[in-house]
Every structure is written in C-alpha cells, then in structure tokens.
C-alpha cells in the first residue's frame, strides 16, 4: 500500500510539474536556453533524418497501438490497459494542453535555417514525447516477465524527443513537459488499473 501511494505521489507531482510549466509557457516566449539547445539539435547531419524517423514512430497513434496490441498479446489484459490507457491519456491531455498554451512551433528564425517539417499546430508540450515515455514507462512497470528488456523502450522514448527537435518542429521545453506529462500519467494509470486476482485452486473450507 505504501508502495502503491509512493508512485501515485510521483505522478501526481509529475503532473503538477506540468501544469506549473505550461501556465508559464502561456503567452512566453521560449528561453534562449531552449532556442540554443533546439538550434544545436536541429543542425545536425541531414544524414541522421533515416535513422530518427522511424524510431518517432512510437510516440505516432499507430505505434501505440502496436504496442499496447503486443503487450495485450504477449501479457495479457491488465498490462495492454496500462498501456493503452497511458497511452490514450497523454495522447488527450497534449492535444487540449496544445490548444490551451498556443505556443508556436520554431521558424526559421528561431533556427538559424528552415526546419526539416512545417507543421501549423501548436508546440507545448510535445505529443510525440507524452506519448512515447506513458508507453514507454508503462510497458516498463508492466512487463516484468521481460526482465531487463522491458525498459528497452525508454531511450527510444528519449530519442523520439531529440527527433522532434532535430526536425524542428519543438522546442527542449516542449519535449521536456511532454516527457514529464507522459511519465506522471503512466506512474497514475498503472497504480489505478486493478490488479488482477491471482487464480488458483478452490479453497476446501468454501
């Protein structure tokens, strides 16, 4: 039990952490910290666009999907709920937070040069990142019959988020809350799913 409202503190400080930082990206503008590290990122090799393009996949509605499908599959039910409901929460909370914040993505200007991607929605926080760490922590709290294989998508989770800025379409910040929101909602979600009752022979004494 103690256990359990540890986790659910963290996620729910996590969250916390997330709201505080998108009530402070309204109307502001990103810090010149996050346009140096975002510019940094975004300059370099063109070379590393194949590699990075299909590891975005798992913060992409698809790749979840895929996911939480082969979790379901290979775990059974309570673990393809983790993941799916993770996944789903993130996928909502980004989206109403986008439109809420309406923070724009980076220019040209911002960059030093044309981004990689031109997108026309809004940048704070990261769906890509929310997306990507609530699956990937998810499945890492979940698949313990894995062993060590089970946080295997944790730094595909980080790397989908430089990808994000390496095509210029975020910000570090938006990567970062996006990071933090997907983190906070997979420590919330896995301690609320039930779990399930451990089956085993009929007790004698009814």
Same mark, same amino acid.
């Given at each position: 039990?103690?256990?359990?409202?540890?986790?659910?503190?963290?996620?729910?400080?996590?969250?916390?952490?997330?709201?505080?930082? !998108?009530?402070?990206?309204?109307?502001?503008?990103?810090?010149?910290?996050?346009?140096?590290?975002?510019?940094?990122?975004?300059?370099?090799?063109?070379?590393?666009?194949?590699?990075?393009?299909?590891?975005?996949?798992?913060?992409?509605?698809? !790749?979840?999907?895929?996911?939480?499908?082969?979790?379901?599959?290979?775990?059974?039910?309570?673990?393809?709920? %983790?993941?799916?409901?993770?996944?789903?929460?993130?996928?909502?909370?980004?989206? %109403?937070?986008?439109?809420?914040?309406?923070?724009?993505?980076?220019?040209?200007?911002?960059?030093?040069?044309?981004?990689?991607?031109?997108?026309?929605?809004?940048?704070?926080?990261?769906?890509?990142?929310?997306?990507?760490?609530?699956?990937?922590?998810?499945?890492?709290?979940?698949?313990?019959?894995?062993?060590?294989?089970?946080?295997?998508?944790?730094?595909?989770?980080?790397?989908?988020?430089?990808?994000?800025?390496?095509?210029?379409?975020?910000?570090?910040?938006?990567?970062?809350?996006?990071?933090?929101?997907?983190?906070?909602?997979?420590?919330?979600?896995?301690?609320?799913?039930?779990?399930?009752?451990?089956?085993?022979?009929?007790?004698?004494?009814?």
């Amino acid at each position: 039990m103690a256990r359990s409202a540890t986790i659910i503190g963290i996620g729910l400080a996590l969250l916390a952490m997330f709201v505080v930082a !998108g009530a402070f990206a309204i109307d502001a503008d990103p810090a010149a910290w996050e346009i140096e590290t975002t510019r940094w990122v975004h300059r370099r090799d063109d070379a590393w666009a194949v590699l990075l393009w299909p590891i975005m996949a798992l913060g992409s509605t698809p !790749g979840g999907i895929a996911v939480t499908g082969l979790v379901w599959w290979q775990l059974g039910r309570r673990p393809g709920l %983790v993941v799916g409901i993770s996944f789903a929460a993130a996928y909502v909370t980004a989206s %109403v937070a986008k439109r809420v914040v309406e923070r724009a993505r980076p220019d040209a200007i911002d960059l030093g040069e044309m981004p990689r991607q031109v997108l026309d929605t809004f940048a704070f926080p990261s769906g890509h990142s929310a997306q990507s760490f609530a699956i990937a922590v998810a499945v890492a709290l979940v698949a313990t019959r894995w062993g060590p294989w089970r946080f295997a998508l944790v730094p595909l989770a980080a790397i989908t988020s430089l990808a994000r800025m390496y095509f210029g379409v975020h910000f570090l910040g938006d990567v970062l809350a996006g990071a933090v929101l997907g983190t906070g909602i997979a420590l919330v979600v896995d301690q609320l799913v039930p779990r399930d009752t451990a089956s085993g022979p009929p007790d004698p004494s009814g």
